[in-house]
């Protein structure tokens, strides 16, 4: 048994003989070829032929590869079991991934078992940029060659793969014509394209591609081996040869853009293919590539977003930001900005291979798990802001108003008045303008993040509501004392007046006492709009602290009137006392023998009443 190659190489069995796919072993086979470093820079390359017609043998000679090559001097038998892959060491650049496949027609399987050769076939198709046909020259020309089976199995598992799309790549079906002879290889390439054609023409096809070609789904291409053993040395030169076209600088060169997935989802992909490929089912493989891109986008985004969390500069941010009576971190949204975008600069890096739906699908999820992580650091530093300009503005604005309280002494309504007159609207739009201007220049300098919900549209929002609040509270208990000073000087001028009337009851006490009420809320109400001037009152407050003020004079008069009520009965007697015991003139009677003492004492029962 001759191997060639002399130096170690990564090489595995991918799917042993019993069709079961070999994961740990490949994964172990990726990372010895550093595949995931090359990104999409790699080629695969497989080869299909009839079993013992050389393809091990063609394979290390045009690679440098190591499989097991069959031995002569034993005879005719299966020496490649299940698919083996393998790098080219002779092909170091581009990387070269070499797939060894079992031999069709082998007796090892039976004459009836295809289905591991249609498996693998299948495999092929959809794993290889470039596919080894390896035919015998004496074969060409001849209805029973040996290998029209395994080319009509090629032809059939391929239309299961593809459709002859137009941006689509074709999938590069070298045929590798061993054994030449002395007839020119054009002359065996025209009989091949007969043959072929014929072949294709023959295999049943789904309706839609009936008219199809084969050159619609394949780059067909050709290539002549010499003897191996009666002209080896012939053979080495055309392996050199043979070997130049799969670098992208040979002539005739098998090389193509590849459109594949990058190496780091190589061995996802290849799997998956072979799981569906096993079960049955039908491989389609735009669905694939969009499943690989969703499991390995979703890992990338996952990476990334663990490695941003675990950055040191990003913890040492949330501490700075989180800690009990922080401030705000100068500089915090260029800080973050920045771990962001190399977050989702280095998922893009990873990523830019796949599907591109996918891969921006992911792309916005990742955005929405980085707004997540720093929203808390962004809700606390946004309070603090909040917190710090608020609390600036709620003493600007008390020494404006003590400012201008100062000032409107000299407006004062009178001793006993409401107060001096105060610009409160003028002195509060002042402190809010300021305020919130310095609220935007602050978070623009420090939190704005633009392209995030953090761009200060919604925090400026929220503090002009609280700073709102805040001053409507203020102008609300500035009114209030105003409005209880004027019910003081309602009070004051009410009481007097209204006890004495109701000592002296005089003819039409009840409309004098409304008057008193009446003149003395109209009185304070007038100065109280004018203490209230600098408020911007409504018509609506303002008919409102009118009526509070007459609410309150009314008050007054009923509590004085319920209060003479209950002490009627002694001032009825005070009262009779007061006329039947005193003369006009208020001093005490002296009576006399004609004094008509029963006229008397109904003069004073009816004063008394």
């Not at 941006?167 to 007969?194: A, Y």
Request: aromatic residues 6%; contains cysteine; charged residues 25%.
């Amino acid at each position: 048994m001759a191997t060639a190659g002399a130096q170690p190489h990564p090489k595995m069995q991918l799917v042993n003989g019993d069709a079961e796919f070999c994961s740990d072993e490949l994964a172990k086979f990726v990372a010895d070829a550093k595949l995931a470093e090359k990104k999409t820079d790699y080629q695969v390359v497989a080869i299909m032929g009839p079993q013992s017609s050389g393809k091990s043998t063609l394979l290390n000679h045009v690679f440098g590869t190591n499989f097991v090559m069959m031995d002569a001097m034993t005879g005719r038998s299966q020496t490649t079991k299940g698919i083996w892959l393998s790098t080219a060491p002779k092909l170091p650049e581009p990387l070269t991934l070499v797939m060894d496949l079992e031999g069709s027609d082998g007796r090892e399987r039976g004459e009836d078992d295809t289905n591991f050769e249609r498996q693998a076939a299948l495999f092929a198709l959809a794993v290889a940029d470039i596919l080894l046909v390896n035919i015998w020259c004496h074969d060409i020309g001849r209805e029973q060659g040996s290998g029209k089976p395994l080319l009509k199995t090629i032809f059939q598992v391929n239309l299961k793969l593809f459709a002859p799309e137009p941006n689509r790549k074709r999938t590069v079906l070298l045929f590798v014509i061993r054994d030449k002879t002395r007839t020119p290889l054009e002359k065996l390439v025209e009989t091949m394209e007969g043959d072929l054609g014929r072949m294709w023409d023959s295999i049943s096809k789904p309706p839609q591609y009936t008219d199809s070609k084969l050159h619609d789904f394949f780059d067909v291409q050709y290539a002549g081996l010499s003897h191996f053993e009666e002209k080896y040395d012939d053979f080495l030169v055309d392996t050199v040869t043979l070997r130049r076209r799969f670098t992208p600088e040979g002539d005739n060169s098998l090389w193509r853009a590849n459109d594949h997935l990058p190496g780091a989802a190589f061995s996802l992909s290849v799997a998956k293919i072979w799981e569906v490929i096993r079960t049955q089912k039908d491989l389609n493989l735009p669905a694939h590539k969009v499943m690989v891109a969703n499991i390995r986008c979703a890992e990338i985004a996952a990476d990334q977003l663990r490695a941003f969390s675990q950055d040191q500069a990003w913890q040492a941010i949330e501490a700075a930001a989180s800690a009990e009576g922080a401030g705000v971190v100068r500089g915090l949204n260029e800080r973050v900005s920045g771990l962001m975008d190399s977050c989702i600069a280095g998922y893009e890096a990873d990523a830019m291979y796949f599907d591109a739906k996918v891969r921006g699908e992911k792309l916005g999820e990742l955005r929405a798990k980085l707004r997540d992580v720093v929203a808390p650091v962004m809700a606390a530093q946004t309070g603090a802001l909040h917190a710090a300009q608020l609390g600036a503005a709620q003493k600007e604005l008390s020494l404006a108003l003590m400012a201008a309280a100062g000032e409107g002494k000299g407006m004062d309504s009178g001793k006993g008045g409401p107060g001096p007159v105060i610009p409160f609207s003028s002195a509060a739009a002042g402190v809010r303008a300021a305020a919130v201007t310095a609220f935007k220049k602050a978070f623009n300098e420090d939190l704005r993040m633009e392209g995030t919900e953090w761009d200060g549209r919604e925090e400026t929002a929220a503090f002009e509501a609280a700073l709102d609040a805040h001053i409507a509270g203020v102008r609300t208990d500035k009114m209030g004392d105003a409005l209880a000073r004027a019910e003081r000087q309602v009070s004051a001028a009410t009481s007097g007046p209204i006890i004495g009337l109701l000592d002296a009851c005089p003819p039409g006490v009840w409309s004098k006492l409304h008057s008193v009420a009446r003149e003395a809320a109209a009185t304070a109400e007038k100065g109280l709009l004018q203490t209230l001037s600098g408020f911007s009152l409504s018509e609506g407050e303002k008919k409102e602290l009118g009526g509070k003020l007459r609410a309150s004079a009314n008050k007054r008069l009923e509590g004085h009137v319920q209060e003479a009520a209950l002490t009627r009965i002694s001032r009825m007697k005070d009262r009779f006392t007061e006329v039947f015991t005193l003369d006009a003139s208020k001093t005490p009677r002296l009576w006399r023998a004609h004094d008509n003492i029963p006229a008397l004492a109904r003069d004073a029962r009816l004063a008394a009443a």
